[in-house]
C-alpha cells in the first residue's frame, strides 16, 4: 500500500505566484530557471528548484520525468503523477541507449518537462541529452528527489524534493 506525504503549511512555495495565475507562474519561475542554467553553463533549457517544480506541476504548465533507476523509483519513492524513464539502468548506472527514443514515443517536444533524479546531477545529462534531440524545454530539477550530501554523507537533510515536504509516495 502507497502512503502519502503531503504538505500542510510548506513555506517553500509561498514567495511563488498561486498556480491559479499559471501565466504568471510561467513568466515568473521559467526565467529565473533559464538564468540559472546559463550561469551554470549548461546546454538545457534551465534549472527549477524543488518548490518551483511542485508549483508548474500543480499548475499543469510542466510535466516531472523521473530519471533514476528502477531500483531507486521504486525503493525510495516517487512524485505522484510523475513519468518514470531511467537515464542510467541497474546498480552499474549503464547509460539508457533507448532513453530518447522513449522519450519520443511519450513527450512532444515543445512540452515543459522537468527531469528529476537522485540530487540534481544525472538529470542535468538527461535534460542536456534531450535538448540536444530538439526538446525545447527540458529542465533539470537542482537538488533532486533526496537532496545532496551534507557533512554527513547523508541526504534529504538540506534539500531536495522530500527535505522541503513536497508530495510523495513508495511502495
Not at 499548475?59 to 525503493?75: N, P, Q, S, Y
Request: glycine share 8%.
Amino acid at each position: 500500500m502507497s502512503e502519502l506525504f503531503t504538505i500542510t503549511a510548506n513555506e517553500a512555495t509561498d514567495s511563488l505566484p498561486s498556480a491559479t495565475g499559471a501565466g504568471s507562474l510561467r513568466e515568473t519561475v521559467l526565467p529565473r530557471a533559464q538564468e540559472r542554467g546559463r550561469a551554470q553553463k549548461l546546454t538545457c533549457a534551465g534549472v527549477v528548484t524543488p518548490p518551483e517544480a511542485y508549483a508548474l506541476l500543480e499548475a499543469g504548465e510542466a510535466v516531472i520525468l523521473d530519471v533514476r533507476t528502477f531500483e531507486e523509483h521504486k525503493l525510495v519513492g516517487r512524485v505522484p503523477n510523475s513519468i518514470h524513464v531511467p537515464w542510467m539502468c541497474g546498480l552499474t548506472m549503464v547509460r539508457n541507449p533507448s532513453f530518447i527514443n522513449e522519450m519520443e514515443k511519450i513527450l512532444p517536444k515543445n512540452q515543459t518537462v522537468i527531469l528529476m533524479c537522485r540530487s540534481g546531477q544525472r538529470s542535468v545529462g538527461a535534460a542536456e541529452a534531450m535538448t540536444r534531440a530538439g526538446y525545447t524545454a527540458a529542465y533539470n530539477m537542482d537538488e533532486g528527489f533526496e537532496g545532496l550530501l551534507d557533512a554527513n554523507r547523508q541526504r534529504g537533510a538540506t534539500n531536495g524534493w522530500r527535505y522541503y515536504g513536497l508530495p510523495w509516495i513508495q511502495d
